[in-house]
């Protein structure tokens, strides 16, 4: 390790940084809250009820995070109040793997799509759209080319930050191959490279400079950042997965480090075809916000590591899903038949909505599907035949028609994705229908109790103002209901979770 690269490990600690207001805008004007403990998460609102004869069309971008569900079980296992725009709904329901087939063809995933009733709104429906990524051997994936990119800022001294990164990386070299490289970037007051590109084989060395890592100085993400992508870009692999994984709290306060900047620099590396990994540790500072822009903006995916049975999970379980991309760019659009349908609203992905015009627009960036990943959305449906509190009041219109769909069938709705191939430019779309035949949530797959039961909580943990029950032992009770054979636990885990926040609602 050369002289310049002990520099960037070795500073002295930053200086406390000041007290920051409660509620604060960034760069871009969006709303951003800090708590008590100076963790940042932006501001979300829920998505309301649209009519579907006024807006048929809904657009959004698939999200495979899972850093909110891991966040809000530290928040409840430490006996906190959970904040609640720390929940995103779509996270808590994707942690969780659901039993949908492979694809059958050359598609990389398949479409799966179920229609039952609300258990929150009992006169309205759920319809759940479900994908799954195709699973590809490891022993088949494409090389990889691995930059770690690691904050050793003064902030990143606690147990649950620098050690259990240490740790947690450590899970995922044991993944890699013999044809795989692995480089390390540190980041504090200053960036330098601690580890240049090496073989995975060559382990000793690798843990070596991990080993050497120590926390201390101000945080210069942006020049960490750039340094990353550079040493990625010098040994890019043709046709290979060539990723830099970002390791840190979020709490950048050196030079590029506001979300609006941040999104900019990030924005920009994402053209050189290299894809990001950002994982977020800690509690007290933690900056949610920016972690979820640079995942959101750099081809990447987001998860929070607040303890070592998920960087198991997320690093070594779900590694070829975490690391590997099978399909970019994915969106997904549904159109909905006025005749069954008189208003609808997606659960979640708030954040991830596009315009209807962006669906075919090539060069709209959306998000990455990972080998073996799953992936699911649930839309809230107000029936034709229902007169609900919560429709969106009607106006006049002159011009437009209020004629119901005809000669369509039993067509619920028209479902479309696409997606391009990993190093691909050019979108592929692929469609599927859904046919009016709902059962009864009793008869429902576990899978759609399950994640209707993840997604209820998340709910209750926003306080909506669009759900009528927010008993969390009916929550429960769904829950269980949706358990299934849970192999690995984490149905269970969840089943705890909610046991554990009643009693801290008392």
């Given amino acids: 390790m050369n002289a310049a690269s002990m520099d960037v490990i070795m500073e002295t600690p930053a200086m406390d940084k000041e007290m920051k207001f409660e509620e ?134 606690a147990e649950d930050k620098l050690p259990l990164l240490k740790q947690s990386l450590k899970i995922l070299l044991n993944q890699l191959r013999p044809q795989d490289k692995v480089g390390i970037v540190a980041y504090a007051g200053s960036a330098g490279v601690i580890l240049p590109s090496t073989s995975a084989t060559d382990k000793n060395k690798i843990l070596e400079a991990f080993e050497m890592l120590q926390a201390g100085g101000s945080t210069a993400g942006g020049e960490g950042i750039e340094l990353a992508y550079k040493l990625a870009k010098e040994n890019f692999i043709k046709k290979g997965n060539n990723r830099v994984v970002l390791a840190t709290d979020g709490d950048f306060n050196v030079g590029t480090s506001s979300v609006a900047n941040l999104e900019t620099l990030i924005e920009e590396k994402r053209k050189s075809g290299i894809y990001l990994t950002c994982l977020g540790y800690g509690m007290g500072n933690y900056k949610d916000d920016k972690m979820e822009t640079l995942a959101d903006k750099g081809n990447g995916n987001y998860a929070y590591i607040d303890n070592l049975q998920e960087a198991g999970k997320f690093l070594g379980k779900e590694f070829a899903g975490s690391i590997y991309t099978i399909a970019k760019d994915v969106k997904v659009q549904i159109e909905f038949n006025p005749k069954y349908v008189k208003s609808y ?83 592929t779309e692929i469609s599927q229908i859904v046919r009016n035949s709902g059962l009864r949530i009793s008869s429902a797959s576990p899978d759609f109790k399950f994640a209707t039961s993840v997604a209820w909580f998340g709910l209750v943990l926003r306080d909506s103002k669009l759900i009528k029950n927010k008993s969390l032992n009916a929550v429960e009770n769904l829950a269980k209901e949706g358990k299934s054979s849970d192999e690995e636990g984490y149905r269970s885990e969840f089943i705890g979770l909610v046991q554990q926040y009643k009693t801290i609602k008392k």
Wanted: charged share 25%.
């Fill in 345 to 427: 609203r997606l659960i979640g992905y708030e954040n991830r909505k596009l315009r209807n015009e962006d669906f075919e627009n090539d060069k709209i960036d959306a998000g990455e599907l990972g080998s073996g990943h799953t992936v699911t959305a649930l839309y809230e449906i107000i029936p034709a035949n229902v007169n609900s509190e919560f429709l969106p009041k009607e106006g006049k219109l002159k011009y437009s028609s209020n004629a119901a769909s005809k000669g369509f069938g039993d067509e619920l709705a028209t479902v479309k994705f696409r997606y391009k191939k990993p190093d691909g430019e050019k979108s």
């Fill in 24 to 157: 604060s805008l960034d760069d871009n004007g969006k709303n951003i809250e800090t708590n008590q403990n100076d963790e940042e998460y932006a501001s979300l609102i829920e998505n309301p009820f649209e009519l579907t004869k006024s807006q048929p069309v809904s657009t959004f971008s698939i999200d495979v995070d899972k850093a909110a569900y891991s966040n809000i079980r530290r928040m409840i296992n430490n006996g906190e109040t959970v904040d609640k725009n720390a929940v995103r709904i779509e996270e808590m329901v994707n942690y969780f793997k659901y039993n949908y087939p492979q694809p059958q063809n050359n598609d990389p995933f398949s479409i799966n799509t179920e229609y039952s009733d609300s258990p929150w709104n009992p006169q309205h429906k759920l319809l759940k759209i479900g994908l799954q990524g195709k699973n590809i051997p490891l022993d088949i994936l494409p090389p990889s080319n691995i930059v770690f990119l690691i904050d050793t800022s003064g902030s990143m001294q």
